[in-house]
């Protein structure tokens, strides 16, 4: 059995995904498979912690058989590192003190692996203007620390390889592409409730004030929408008026739920819509293509490698109205396309379990 360190943060809530989420199921997964795993979290936050805390600072947040998490400090995590014979240190989530790690490394002979959720570099390019300047510096420091030293670069899609090799020299040899998995839940949801043929619901997952969401070009494309078609925006700030219309087109903004919750409402509807100009993946994607869920995504969606246009779902360029429309028209007119897509996107993405996925890390574990 391998004793597996992971750094980073892992999420306890059980709202919606993310970075942090993948996190805690690969953390998960790992023990389960009857590894030993150690995740460590620093204390991030500085309004909730002072100096002497992070510098010293050790929690213990659950420690179980196969399972243990600490919330630690500077010095507890470079003991740690020292201390503990770790087989692999993988920084799972972009987090600047994981560059301790990379520091100790002539001290221990683990194999250190980094994987990239985001490329940090372009998002302060293009994404977050308003970061402190020297903020960006230290993330940048950090960023091209990881992808320098790590003995392995995992990435979720070529399209986040192509955009990190812009910024820092990228070794093939270093770069391995390796998904994100999908709860069990939505891989066993069957439709519970069945709509008329003409009456379609499709679904949209994002911050509409985040640029690189779409959610301007998403509109534009729903500008013909077909009578009776519901259209659901899942986000974390919902308007003052929940829904709004547009056209023949009913728009209700949901706030984000748990996994269980989001599965369920899932359940009944017939489109998901990712627009975004920039996302290393999308998790919510594959999930609603479990559900049974007809995609439509942009080439420029990291899991667009799942869809083959015509017979699971529809890939489009970003910003291709036109493209978008014909696409959208076509699935609200034609039920019997719908049901024969949502049926071959549920096979898509069937292989994707954080089982196998978890499964697939340990066999790049183990080329030491």
Request: proline share 3%.
């Amino acid at each position: 059995m391998l004793r597996l360190c992971y750094i980073g943060r892992y999420d306890t809530a059980e709202i919606f995904r993310g970075p942090d989420k993948v996190a805690r199921r690969i953390a998960d997964e790992m023990a389960l498979l009857g590894h030993h795993v150690y995740f460590y979290e620093y204390f991030f936050s500085g309004k909730s912690y002072g100096y002497m805390t992070k510098l010293f600072g050790y929690d213990t947040i659950e420690n179980s058989a196969g399972r243990s998490i600490f919330r630690v400090g500077v010095f507890p995590f470079i003991f740690a590192m020292l201390r503990q014979r770790f087989d692999v240190i993988h920084i799972i989530t972009f987090e600047r003190f994981a560059i301790l790690a990379l520091c100790l490394k002539p001290f221990f002979r683990a194999l250190i692996v980094y994987s990239t959720h985001g490329i940090v570099r372009h998002q302060h390019a293009y994404l977050r203007s308003h970061v402190k300047r020297s903020l960006k510096i230290k993330d940048y420091i950090s960023e091209f620390l990881f992808y320098k030293f790590s003995d392995l670069l995992f990435f979720l899609s070529d399209q986040s390889v192509s955009i990190a090799s812009k910024y820092y020299r990228i070794p093939k040899e270093k770069v391995v592409i390796i998904a994100n998995g999908i709860d069990g839940i939505f891989h066993e949801t069957e439709k519970r409730k069945k709509r008329r043929q003409d009456d379609v619901a499709l679904v949209f997952v994002g911050d509409p004030k985040r640029p690189e969401k779409g959610f301007d070009f998403f509109l534009q494309g729903l500008e013909r929408g077909a009578r009776r078609t519901e259209v659901f925006v899942i986000c974390e700030n919902i308007p003052l008026v929940p829904v709004s219309t547009m056209n023949d087109l009913n728009i209700h903004y949901v706030r984000k739920m748990q996994t269980q919750k989001y599965a369920e409402f899932l359940a009944d509807k017939d489109i998901y819509v990712s627009a975004s100009s920039y996302d290393p993946f999308s998790i919510a994607a594959v999930e609603a293509m479990s559900a049974g869920l007809v995609p439509i995504v942009t080439r420029e969606t990291g899991m667009s490698r799942y869809v083959e246009n015509g017979v699971n779902g529809f890939v489009i360029g970003f910003g291709d109205i036109q493209q978008f429309k014909k696409v959208l028209d076509l699935l609200i007119a034609n039920g019997r396309l719908r049901k024969k897509l949502s049926s071959n996107a549920r096979s898509a993405v069937s292989m994707l379990s954080w089982r196998s996925i978890a499964e697939e890390y340990l066999r790049w574990y183990g080329l030491t």
